[in-house]
Every structure is written in C-alpha cells, then in structure tokens.
C-alpha cells in the first residue's frame, strides 16, 4: 500500500503470464475509495520475468529487477493506453537502468597510529534485500539501511521528447531549476528545439502558473490557512524564472539568430496571455532593447501599433527614453499613453519637456481638466521657450481662466506664479494686464 499524488492505491505485483500479448509480469494498482471497493486504475508493464521489488520516490513507481540489476521508473500521471476508459496501462518512462553504484566505509582494527579505514562495493540487488515503503532498501546481511533518491539532472538527456520531459518534470519535487536548464538548453545551438515544440512547452509552464494564480486568488476571498496550506503538486516558472535564468541569458548569446531570439520572447508573451497572465514590464524591455540593438524599428512600430506589446506607463517611458535613435518613438509613446486614460499628467509633462506648450494645453481642454491644471506648471515651460509670444498667449490664456473661475483675472498666492506676473510686467508693460471688469 502506498499514496501516489494524493491517492492511497494497493500495490500489486503479479508474476504469472496474462495472455500472448503481455510476456512477464506486471504491476497492478487499486486505488482505495471511501464508500466503495477499490478500484483497478493502473497497470504498469514490466515485460520482464524474476524476482522484483517496489519503491515509491516522489510519487513514481520504481521497480527493481535482480535478474538484470536495473530499476524502471513508471509515472501513472504521465498517461499511457485505456482499451476500456477504466484501466491505463503504462510503460517505464525510461529504459530500464541501474542504482548509482556505491561504496560502504569500513573501519578497521585500531592501530597505535591511527584507525584503518577500508571501502568495499555494495552488491546492488543483493539477495539479503529488503524493501519497505515507500522508499526504504535494507541489506540484511550488511545490517545498512537507505533510503532511494532520484537525480533529475541526468533525464534531461535521457528523454528526448521535450514536452514530455517537461510534463514528467512539472510533477516532481524540486525541479524547478532543470526545467529552467531545459529551457535554456532548448534555446542555444546544437540542442536548439523547433519553436513549435519551444511554444508547447512554454503554455504547459505557464498553465501551471495560471492554476497557481488562481489559488492565490482564492487566498484572498478564502481561509487563507487552509488554501495557503495546501501543497502544490507541480512546480511554477514564473516571469520572474524565465527573466533570470533563461531569457537574460538566452538574449547574450552571440550564436543565436536576432530573429530567433525575438520570436521566442514574443511566443513566450503569445502563451502568458493566452493564460491571461498579465506580462511584467521587464519581458516588454527585453523585446524592445534586441529589437533596438538589432535595427528592427519597423518590427517594433508594428508591434506597437498593433498592441502585440501591451500598453503601459512603463513600456511608454521606455519608448520616450528611444527617440534618439528612433524618432517615431515619441509619437508612439504618446499615443500609448492617450490609450491609457489614466496618464494625462505624464502626457502633459511629455508635451511641455518637447517645449510643446500650446499642444500641451490643446490635451488638457480636450479631457476636460483646465480648471484644475497648474498655471504655474505652464508659464514655466512657456518661459523656458525664451518665445514672447507663446509666453504672452499662455500668460493670457490663464487669466482668462482666473477671470472666468474667480471673478478676476489675478493669480493668487497659493498658484506661486509672482515671478511670472513680474516677467510679463517687464516684458509687455503693466498695462497688458487684463484689468478686472468692474460692475456698478
């Protein structure tokens, strides 16, 4: 009896031959219900004949053989064959392989110097083994017990199938740096993967990461306690994982094709939001900067007239801080940040830094906020130009604003626009001062 993803299952080892088709013996799996008999779920195929022992290790089955001396690994998550939709059957995820050999420590007879020390192999599926669950191997004869462990990292090469191997990987404990050395193998040349098979495996990530969100959505409306408590039984890449570990490193390399390089970011940002993950600014910098480097201006206008690259402040000040080398950019920052709704005031200071004064008050009548902009704000900028005339044209545009909003055409203290004030006087003469309308 063992518990596997969460389920409790009767572990069955059958020896005898269960028809022409299926040679040798077979493992079969009763998973227990609460108000019911148990269930048959799973068979594995050894398609081996002998003596056999059973081990659990982070939720796969080993199988040791001592006729071979080799273990195969079954994963009953991994799907296999159903003739029925009851029964699956399933084969080794690997062919089969042998226990890492090692060595047992001795020590001898003390001698006056010192203790001698020897090293002896332990014979692997050694007869004086027993096994215990779930993942317990005792040497009776050797009187030593150990527990059996699984090394990720040498799978890597061992399951070719990238999507699979993924799968295989998302399911086990302590996995979430080979996934990402996958990914990153994925990439470079030599082991570079098609980028059909690389999008597969981004939306299998990032599916996991969107059932992950989801739980920390729950935590909120929920017992934070009970949903909090729960463990995951995958792993999660997150934006973050893929930033540091693959994507930073992957733009760096020299052998890697431009072109390639932006198809693989935008197909990574194609599969967040196909989950509806909203993309952290920094995947939209790391486009944006190999497309610059690269001269791809016109990949880049067209993914930002075509909104490929989301709107956002952040990714409108990038596009600001690029007009040096590409002037467009700052009319397509603009227009994101009109898009936006909710960045008048970085639209604002955008026009008034270009010394785009008039266009600049154009925008704030045109989303109806010139009775709470800062006068201040705009004489500065309009000094600043050194032009009288756009300086005259502000300068009255705000008494207008003063007249039709107080009364009266003066700045009051508390809009700190004395230093103005002064330079129009000097300027134009204290006589183009609109003079207050008096009533009778």
Same mark, same amino acid.
């Given at each position: 009896?063992?518990?596997?993803?969460?389920?409790?299952?009767?572990?069955?080892?059958?020896?005898?031959?269960?028809?022409?088709?299926?040679?040798?013996?077979?493992?079969?799996?009763?998973?227990?219900?609460?108000?019911?008999?148990?269930?048959?779920?799973?068979? $594995?195929r050894?398609?081996?004949?002998?003596?056999?022992? @059973?081990? =659990?290790?982070?939720?796969?089955? /080993?199988?040791? *053989? %001592?006729?071979?001396?080799?273990?195969m690994?079954?994963?009953?998550?991994?799907?296999?064959?159903?003739?029925?939709?009851?029964?699956?059957?399933?084969?080794?995820?690997?062919?089969?392989?042998?226990?890492?050999?090692?060595?047992?420590?001795?020590?001898?007879?003390?001698?006056?110097?010192?203790?001698?020390?020897?090293?002896?192999?332990?014979?692997?599926?050694?007869?004086?083994?027993?096994?215990?669950?779930p993942?317990?191997?005792?040497?009776?004869?050797?009187?030593?017990?150990?527990?059996?462990?699984?090394?990720?990292?040498?799978?890597?090469t061992?399951?070719?199938?990238?999507?699979?191997?993924?799968?295989?990987? $998302?399911?086990?404990?302590?996995?979430?740096m080979?996934? @990402?050395? =996958?990914?990153?193998?994925?990439? /470079?040349p030599? *082991? %570079?993967?098609?980028?059909?098979?690389?999008?597969?495996?981004?939306?299998?990530?990032?599916?996991?990461?969107?059932?992950?969100?989801?739980?920390?959505?729950?935590?909120?409306?929920?017992?934070?306690?009970?949903?909090?408590?729960?463990?995951?039984?995958?792993?999660?890449?997150?934006?973050?994982?893929m930033?540091?570990?693959?994507?930073?490193?992957?733009?760096?390399?020299?052998?890697?094709k431009?072109?390639?390089?932006?198809a693989?970011?935008?197909?990574?940002?194609?599969?967040?939001?196909?989950?509806?993950?909203?993309?952290?600014?920094?995947?939209?910098?790391?486009?944006?900067?190999?497309?610059?480097?690269?001269?791809?201006?016109?990949?880049?206008?067209?993914?930002?007239?075509?909104? =490929?690259l989301?709107?956002?402040?952040?990714?409108?000040?990038?596009?600001?801080?690029?007009?040096?080398?590409?002037?467009p950019?700052?009319?397509?920052?603009?227009?994101?940040?009109?898009?936006?709704?909710?960045?008048?005031?970085?639209?604002?200071?955008?026009?008034?830094?270009?010394?785009?004064?008039?266009t600049?008050?154009?925008?704030?009548?045109?989303?109806?906020?010139?009775?709470?902009?800062?006068?201040?704000?705009?004489?500065?900028?309009?000094?600043?130009t050194?032009?009288?005339?756009?300086?005259?044209?502000?300068?009255?545009?705000?008494?207008?604003?003063?007249?039709?909003?107080?009364?009266?055409?003066?700045f009051?203290?508390?809009?700190?626009?004395?230093?103005?004030?002064?330079?129009?006087?000097?300027?134009?003469?204290?006589e183009?001062?609109?003079?207050?309308?008096?009533?009778?």
């Open positions: 009896m063992s518990n596997i993803y969460g389920q409790v299952y009767i572990i069955v080892l059958r020896h005898q031959q269960r028809g022409h088709a299926n040679m040798g013996a077979e493992v079969v799996l009763y998973q227990l219900q609460k108000e019911s008999p148990a269930k048959k779920t799973d068979v $594995l050894l398609n081996m004949s002998g003596r056999f022992a @059973l081990n =659990v290790v982070d939720n796969l089955i /080993v199988v040791h *053989h %001592q006729a071979s001396k080799t273990s690994i079954f994963d009953i998550k991994l799907g296999g064959e159903s003739h029925d939709g009851y029964v699956t059957y399933h084969l080794p995820v690997l062919a089969p392989l042998p226990i890492k050999p090692f060595k047992l420590k001795i020590t001898g007879l003390h001698v006056p110097t010192h203790t001698q020390t020897t090293e002896i192999s332990c014979e692997l599926y050694s007869p004086n083994w027993i096994v215990f669950q993942d317990i191997v005792i040497d009776a004869k050797l009187g030593c017990l150990w527990h059996v462990h699984l090394k990720l990292e040498p799978l890597v061992m399951i070719p199938d990238k999507t699979r191997l993924v799968d295989f990987l $998302l399911l086990r404990s302590e996995c979430k080979v996934i @990402l050395s =996958v990914c990153k193998q994925a990439l /470079v030599g *082991h %570079q993967c098609k980028l059909s098979t690389i999008s597969v495996v981004f939306d299998k990530l990032n599916q996991v990461y969107r059932n992950y969100l989801e739980m920390e959505s729950q935590a909120g409306q929920a017992d934070l306690g009970i949903v909090r408590g729960k463990k995951r039984s995958q792993a999660v890449i997150d934006q973050a994982d930033y540091t570990h693959v994507f930073s490193v992957f733009v760096d390399n020299k052998d890697v431009h072109k390639f390089i932006v693989v970011l935008m197909e990574y940002i194609r599969s967040l939001n196909q989950f509806q993950i909203p993309v952290q600014h920094f995947l939209y910098e790391l486009v944006i900067n190999t497309l610059v480097q690269n001269n791809f201006f016109y990949q880049l206008h067209q993914f930002l007239q075509y909104h =490929v989301s709107d956002s402040k952040p990714l409108a000040c990038l596009m600001l801080s690029l007009e040096s080398v590409y002037t950019a700052h009319q397509l920052a603009l227009d994101m940040l009109k898009r936006l709704s909710t960045a008048n005031e970085e639209i604002v200071e955008v026009l008034l830094s270009k010394h785009q004064v008039l600049a008050l154009r925008f704030i009548r045109s989303v109806g906020q010139i009775d709470t902009v800062s006068a201040r704000k705009f004489l500065e900028a309009a000094q600043t050194e032009d009288k005339m756009l300086f005259y044209t502000v300068f009255k545009f705000f008494e207008e604003r003063n007249l039709r909003l107080r009364g009266h055409p003066r009051v203290p508390g809009e700190h626009c004395e230093e103005y004030v002064r330079h129009f006087e000097s300027t134009f003469g204290s183009s001062l609109m003079v207050p309308m008096v009533t009778s």
